[in-house]
């Protein structure tokens, strides 16, 4: 047991993943943005459809809202000025972290403007806004900047780390493990999902645009309680095959695959897209494309899960 806790804990890995996790991750949430731009008055300033106080009304403490954010600003600025200010921001501050500039700072600003928005439109925000701050929150607490980026070009001995690539690629797979581990445990632990009730119910949502309308093309039940099973299975033991070696792959894809289905099944990209950033960053990188694990000596008894 020793020993293979010294050999998942002191494996060798490459920075790839985290350059991937650092541009995958700034692309989706500026793709994110810029897909409510013109949107951004509508669901978030004093204009919203919904008002700002309903959105708030069930809040137990304060919190730095994107109202608050504008109405600061507008102290130097008129109300369109101040939008504007925070709509390219926001933008800034992704590109900042996609080309690697000081992008644990910028990650902590964008974390805090992110917020902002699922504190003041809470009736909008779903999985992929949680996953989101999770992941900026990833950005600062990794050597971001260190790899394949401006920062290291322009001050490549400020931009110097010497943290464990290890941790980071250990927390991150944690992490992962953890989420889909107690998402699948929850859905076993009820009945909608041993049925099929909640895949036949997702897919029949009168307002949901799909790709794929595959509640008007399938009415047997039994293809809705497999893909429920299907989904508990892969979540439920995703801790344990994508921790092995030789169901590493399999699982990886079936995840990915899943992840794709609910995309065009239920038009979730952004949540999936994200999802899918997490699982090629734990378990692809350093495992499967060309720049593998640094060599090492490792103990052969180890050599089947890592």
């Known amino acids: 047991m020793k020993t293979i806790t010294n050999s998942i804990f002191s494996k060798p890995f490459t920075p790839d993943f985290i350059v991937f996790f650092r541009i995958a991750t700034g692309i989706i949430i500026l793709i994110h943005f810029l897909s409510f731009w013109k949107d951004f008055d509508l669901l978030y300033t004093n204009n919203s459809i919904i008002p700002l106080e309903l959105h708030t009304i069930y ?14 600003f507008n102290n130097f600025l008129d109300n369109h000025q101040s939008i504007l200010l925070f709509k390219f921001s926001y933008i800034f501050l992704c590109l900042m972290i996609i080309s690697g500039f000081f992008s644990r700072l910028s990650a902590i600003i964008l974390i805090i403007l992110q917020i902002s928005f699922i504190k003041s439109g809470s ?11 999770m992941s900026l929150f990833y950005i ?6 260190s790899y394949f980026s401006i920062q290291k070009k322009l001050f490549p001995l400020f931009s110097e780390s010497k ?3 290890t941790l980071c690629k250990r927390l991150i797979q944690i992490h992962l493990c953890l989420a889909y581990f107690f998402s699948g445990l929850d859905k076993i632990l009820g009945f909608n999902w041993w049925n099929g009730e909640s895949v036949w119910k997702a897919v029949h949502l009168p307002n949901l645009y799909s790709y794929i309308e595959i509640g008007n093309h399938i009415q047997n039940p ?10 508990i299975i892969i979540e439920l033991f995703y801790p344990i095959f994508i921790n092995i070696n030789k169901t590493r792959k399999i699982w990886l894809m079936l995840t990915i695959s899943m992840h794709l289905g609910i995309i065009l099944s239920f ?5 999936s897209s994200i999802m899918i950033v997490w699982n090629l960053t734990s378990y692809y990188f350093n495992y499967y494309h060309e720049n593998k694990t640094i060599s090492t000596h490792s103990h052969p008894s180890a050599s089947g899960i890592y």
């Not at 809040?59 to 600061?72: D, H, K, M, Q």
């Not at 009736?123 to 701050?133: N, P």
């Not at 809705?224 to 299907?230: K, P, Q, R, S, T």
């Open 163 to 165: 943290q464990s690539l």
């Open 59 to 72: 809040g137990t403490y304060n919190v730095l809202t994107v109202e608050s954010i504008l109405a600061f």
């Open 267 to 271: 038009n979730l990209f952004f949540f």
């Open 140 to 145: 600062v607490i990794f050597p971001s900047s």
């Open 222 to 231: 039994l293809f809705y309680i497999i893909l429920g099973w299907g989904v």
């Open 123 to 133: 009736l909008f925000f779903y999985g992929a806004d949680f996953f989101t701050s």
